[in-house]
């Protein structure tokens, strides 16, 4: 069940507590001291502990809550090298080891890099808002119980069914909180963008040359040597015409056949640069064609009413052309499924081949995901063994394009941008001042309430009152978070 999965998720949250409560006070410490006393050599350590932390909460949040926060560091440094003379060279120094030169890089990227500040606000306020988000529901529940069993006091009943029922949501709003502390801003989303758009673009280019080669050494090695030899047959034909007919004629058949052979050919390499199926019919029916021409047994299914753009059914063709014959050395049957996902095309083929298929370095299914980059398409393989292979080709954006004047990445209007602006604006408040820190001061018992609400609250309702400021702030930034708009899209379509 829902409710009692996510009870055990938040029971698991706040156990994790205390492994994340020492490590955090190390790493800290760490902070501190390589800041304050110069001890600079502590500080990329102390990071690591951080991002160790982070990490956890990373693939807790994907596996238990679906909720994906994507890692937002900068790429890694390269290590020193040592130069002709001997010696590390760096900021116009000489090192004799790379020891120092090391220290420095790591330390200028990691205090560079805003994620590093992010997560050390997130690993000092972390353990209060997952008590309450986390462990609330737990706690609401067991307290309601307690107070209807002891005192009969049947609403303490139901507050615990209405905390059973919220403990999913609660887990949301935490998953969402951890999303906007741990999560690229728009600023290292652009900077990914663009470090993988120029990975792609690097790849396209030797993919092309590769094509180039792959063409002008089909063309050397087939028709233009079956041409020059036509060539020669003819001028051989020429010089027996008079004397020997009878061989002269054999001569201009092989010619013939020899001229059917490489228009064959040049038909076969135009099939390889860009199907004529595929440029008439689109790409459902280039695939029936290729089902109808392998050896294997072949279903296509499809619902695709549109076609994608002419380079994108290229890819995608020949990507399934190439999972195909990687098929026919040992399944015998395959299911080939064209669909359309929200804008995204997805091709799944499956077969029922002994499985063990994986993606290595150089090889052809490498090749496939570094063509698919191109257009923002990723292949997934599932290939357990025993169990056949599915690949899953989707491509972003594939099929339909940006409404025509709502600018991409538009920010939300109307009643969603009030509340939007709101919540980014005024999430701070009820999250540090009104709950955080009033969480020290009731602590450490100040005698200064200034203006923090929960010193003025009767004695029974000081602790209740923080615990609503924290989950009243966490679910201000996850409501911000959920209503911006994804980096790229428009937010008016789906």
């Known amino acids: 069940m829902k409710q009692v999965r996510s009870l055990g998720y938040g029971l698991a949250l706040f156990a994790l507590i205390l492994v994340q409560i020492p490590v955090a006070v190390v790493a800290i410490v760490g902070v501190l001291m390589s800041t304050v006393l110069g001890m600079v050599f502590l500080f990329e350590p102390s990071m690591r502990l951080i991002r160790f932390l982070a990490g956890i909460d990373r693939k807790l949040m994907h596996r238990w809550v679906g909720v994906e926060i994507p890692v937002p560091y900068r790429p890694r440094p390269p290590a020193p090298v040592r130069g002709r003379d001997g010696y590390f060279h760096h900021k116009g120094k000489r090192y004799r080891t790379a020891l120092s030169p090391k220290i420095d890089i790591m330390l200028v990227w990691a205090i560079s890099d805003p994620a590093t500040w992010r997560e050390l606000i997130w690993v000092i306020i972390d353990p209060w808002t997952r008590t309450v988000l986390a462990l609330g529901p737990s706690y609401v529940i067991g307290w309601g119980i307690w107070r209807t069993v002891t005192e009969g006091q049947y609403w303490g009943l139901a507050l615990a069914v209405a905390a059973f029922f919220a403990a999913p949501v609660a887990l949301k709003i935490y998953a969402l909180y951890a999303l906007g502390l741990l999560g690229p801003t728009a600023n290292a989303h652009l900077v ?25 050494r089909d063309l050397h090695d087939g028709a233009q040597a079956r041409m020059v030899a036509v060539g020669m047959t003819i001028g051989a034909a020429e010089q027996l015409l008079d004397d020997d007919p009878a061989a002269a004629k054999a001569l201009l058949v092989k010619a013939r ?48 009413r549109e076609r994608p753009e002419s380079p994108v059914e290229s890819a995608v063709y020949f990507a399934v052309s190439e999972l195909l014959a990687n098929a026919s050395r040992y399944a015998s049957r395959v299911t080939i499924d064209l669909s359309r996902r929200g804008r995204a095309l997805r ?49 972003l954006d594939a099929l339909g394009t940006a409404e025509e ?5 538009a920010m939300p209007s109307g009643w969603r941008g009030v509340l939007y602006g709101a919540c980014w604006a005024l999430c701070w408040l009820p999250l540090i001042p009104q709950g955080l820190v009033a969480t020290f001061m009731l602590i450490f018992q100040s005698s200064e309430r200034s203006w923090f ?40 379509v789906c």
């Open 257 to 304: 056949e020899s001229s059917a052979t490489a228009l064959h050919e040049l038909r076969q390499l135009v099939r390889g640069i860009h199907p004529p199926v595929l440029a008439e019919r689109g790409l459902a029916d280039a695939i029936r064609a290729l089902a109808l021409d392998s050896p294997l047994k072949v279903k296509v299914h499809t619902d695709l």
């Open 192 to 216: 990914g963008q663009v470090n993988r758009l120029n990975q792609v673009r690097a790849d396209q280019v030797d993919l092309q040359a590769a094509e180039l080669r792959r063409i002008e």
């Open 405 to 409: 004047g709502v600018p991409v990445n």
């Open 347 to 395: 091709v799944t083929v499956t077969d029922d081949g002994p499985g063990g298929a994986k993606a290595v370095p150089g090889g052809g299914l490498a090749g496939l995901e570094r063509r698919l980059a191109a257009f923002d398409g990723v292949l997934a393989l599932s290939s357990p063994p025993g169990a056949g292979t599915t690949a899953t080709i989707e491509v």
């Open 453 to 492: 609400l929960a010193l003025y609250m009767p004695d029974p309702f000081k602790w209740p009152t923080v615990a609503f400021m924290i989950a009243l702030g966490a679910t201000m930034l996850a409501t911000g978070i959920r209503l911006a708009p994804a980096p790229g899209r428009n937010p008016g």
